[in-house]
């Protein structure tokens, strides 16, 4: 298990999180979400060992997790952390990456690893390429497949897919968590994309004002999100009565006592999100046509 306990931590002068509680089974997957700026990084740098707690422990099973005062060599064995700048070596090839610190005395294993991994970010047909002709996304790609080459414990990634295309993501995304299932290998996820969270997480945390406000399943933070910040993760929404209703919740119908007139129209795919004016607020509508500028509609709530 990872557990963090009342771990704060500053930059110079700047607290970033305060007294940060929480813990991670062996296997199960933590997203951390947050605004930008709200610690996601600082977070997974923390529990990677890259800076020293100001107060409060990180442990993985028995083994403390220390910063540089403590240790002359940032990181540990068990944990690998993909962060946002990729680090690999650009002028060799993608194969010669993944396989960087897999050993040279068994070849054959090597090979059958860095394809294996190859296959699980679906680059396969990039193995000989030099890392330096990559674009942002394949690049990003290769980094996660060389994290997981030595099969860590423990693997840290911040903003995993976000340089990747909306064609690749949503297979790139099950396959990689997939592997990461498979192999029980514990995960921690920084995101801004409900995506990379809703299918995946086993667990969620939202970051704001140096604190976390909710921690729960990705299902109960969906279903029953207490702050507007939470249900801004998910989906457009609305405040009405002091309650927070997603778009797909207020429905269209003959007459009602809830009366608002339409503002704008957007088209969503599967249907229309339309902005709306009820009393002095903008209110979010999900409706499968779209509407007449300035039309009365009433509307119905659905629980
Ligand atoms: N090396 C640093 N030195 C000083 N301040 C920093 C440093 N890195 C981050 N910060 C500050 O710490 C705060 C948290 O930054 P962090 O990168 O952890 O946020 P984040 O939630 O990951 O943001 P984003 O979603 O934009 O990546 C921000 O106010 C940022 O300006």
């Known amino acids: 298990m990872l557990v963090i306990k009342n771990a704060s931590f500053s930059y110079t002068s700047n607290l970033v999180l305060k007294d940060i509680s929480f813990n991670i089974s062996t296997g199960a997957n933590l ?3 947050g605004e930008s700026g709200s610690g996601k990084s600082t977070l997974l740098k923390l529990i990677y060992g890259e800076y020293d707690l100001d107060q409060g422990e990180i442990f993985w099973k028995d083994t403390q997790i220390l910063g540089p005062k403590h240790n002359l060599v940032v990181g540990y064995d068990f944990m690998k952390y993909v962060s946002q700048e990729f680090d690999l070596m650009p002028y060799i090839s993608v194969e010669e990456n993944i396989g960087k610190h897999l050993s040279r005395f068994y070849p054959e294993e090597k090979a059958q690893r860095t394809t294996e991994l190859l ?5 396969e047909t990039f193995s000989k ?6 674009s942002g996304g394949q690049k990003q790609r290769v980094a996660i497949a060389r ?8 693997l840290l990634l911040d903003e995993p897919f976000s340089h990747i295309d909306n064609f690749k993501k949503q297979s790139l995304r099950r396959s990689v968590f997939k592997h990461l299932k498979e192999q029980n ?16 997480a086993d667990q969620m945390i939202v970051l704001h004002d140096k604190r976390i406000i909710a921690k729960d399943t990705p299902q109960n933070l969906y279903k029953h999100p207490k702050l507007p910040l939470v249900a801004s993760f998910f989906e457009e929404f ?6 927070i209703y997603y778009a797909h919740q207020l429905k269209i119908v003959e007459r009602s006592d809830l009366k608002a007139i339409v503002k704008q129209c957007y088209f969503n795919g599967n249907s229309w999100l339309i902005e709306a004016k009820y009393n002095s607020d903008f209110i979010f509508i999900e409706h499968k046509d779209s509407l007449e500028i300035a039309s009365e509609i009433y509307l119905k709530i659905e629980r």
Do not use: R, W
């Open 31 to 33: 997203a951390i979400i």
């Open 119 to 123: 296959k699980v970010v679906e680059l």
């Open 129 to 134: 390429t030099k890392v330096k002709n990559l």
């Open 147 to 154: 994290a997981l080459a030595k099969q860590p414990e423990i």
């Open 185 to 200: 290998i514990t995960c921690v996820v920084a995101s801004h994309d409900k995506n990379d969270v809703l299918g995946f």
């Open 238 to 243: 609305s405040i009405i009565d002091d309650q």
